[in-house]
């Protein structure tokens, strides 16, 4: 049985696997358990370009089969914009334990678990549970002495992974009772609003006319999936104050964020590396230290300015406690950068 994904491993372009594993039927899977990757292999995940959770799926696979691995530890990734990532087969058994294994990436012991993310993390429980998984929701360090998933995330599981969106505060004008298809008046013409605030470009998209025909029906049900939600009947939605609030509460879809400085090029450098991903770090190291005593203009050369340029980057931004002679700039650097310069 498959479980409906945004990204599949054929969309992300999965390799194959190094070897199978034992499988592990949905009924005898007790639930769910949450994990962070720490490190993105120099992808960011701030979620302002729609290819970094492909991006990053493919990172973290070539990092598992490199290790020897069968597959990808992991059977979802959750992106920062909510984007669910199939990762490996779901019934293919992650190492040893039988639970769904579902990773957000980045550190989230610095990085806040947002409500994009806990929205889509809610829709895929409710699948996976729908198919025959457990209902149980664990955290990496409740079976093992680590820190996995990170401060947010075991922070919001802990708390029972309450909806993001379920004690939002009402407006002050949000109808009475529910409106539904067949109703017309200010309260649907409300309603309207607030779908067509939420996405922009939706093809049902119409002036409001407060009147709840077929179009308005679609566009609830694309918005209560934007916002985390599902609609009890799909052809006559019901739009009550609390459903209202959650539309308010959301951020418009397609509304992302500019990219600041994103890295094209994901291999290591050193000193006697040339080519592009060397200009490309140069441009980033002149973004992020102009004034440096070493900086000058990209050549694509790394030589002696550029090493000491690098490494003091380096010190600044926590990586190493004191310049090294001859710094390696990899995906940890790059990632870094990227966060300074978004």
Not at 62 to 72: E, K, M
Not at 104 to 133: C, I, M, S, T, W
Not at 268 to 297: F, M
């Amino acid at each position: 049985m498959s479980i409906e994904v945004d990204l599949t491993r054929a969309d992300w372009g999965a390799a194959g696997p190094n070897y199978a594993t034992a499988t592990v039927p949905f009924g005898s899977r007790p639930g769910v358990e949450a994990h962070h990757t720490v490190g993105t292999y120099g992808v960011p995940v701030d979620g302002r370009r729609g290819n970094e959770a492909g991006r990053i799926a493919k990172a973290i696979q070539g990092d598992h089969l490199g290790r020897g691995w069968a597959d990808v530890f992991y059977h979802y990734m959750i992106h920062r914009d909510g984007t669910i990532v199939e990762l490996r087969d779901v019934t293919w058994k992650s190492g040893p334990i039988d639970y769904v294994t579902v990773v957000f990436p980045g550190n989230y012991d610095n990085l806040e678990l947002n409500d994009r993310q806990k929205a889509a993390f809610l829709k895929l429980r409710g699948r996976l549970v729908a198919a025959g998984v457990g209902e149980k929701v664990r955290r990496h360090r409740d079976r093992a002495s680590v820190s996995c998933p990170g401060r947010s995330v075991a922070a919001w599981v802990g708390q029972g992974f309450p909806s993001p969106y379920r004690s939002a505060p009402a407006a002050d004008k949000a109808p009475r009772g529910y409106v539904t298809r067949g109703d017309r008046g200010d309260q649907v013409r409300e309603v309207q609003r607030e779908v067509a605030r939420l996405l922009p470009g939706h093809p049902d998209l119409h002036d409001p006319d407060g009147i709840f025909g077929p179009k308005t029906a679609r566009l609830v049900v694309d918005a209560y999936d934007l916002v985390g939600l599902t609609a009890s009947d799909p052809e006559r939605p019901r739009v009550g104050p609390k459903s209202l609030a959650a539309f308010r509460a959301a951020e418009p879809a397609g509304t992302l964020a500019e990219p600041g400085f994103v890295f094209e090029h994901d291999v290591e450098l050193r000193s006697g590396s040339e080519g592009p991903a060397v200009k490309e770090l140069q441009e980033a190291l002149a973004a992020y230290a102009p004034d440096d005593p070493d900086a000058h203009d990209p050549d694509g050369a790394f030589g002696p300015m550029t090493a000491r340029w690098a490494a003091r980057v380096m010190v600044e931004l926590g990586l190493v406690s004191s310049a090294p002679g001859n710094p390696i700039v990899g995906p940890r650097t790059r990632a870094a950068l990227e966060d300074e310069l978004a």
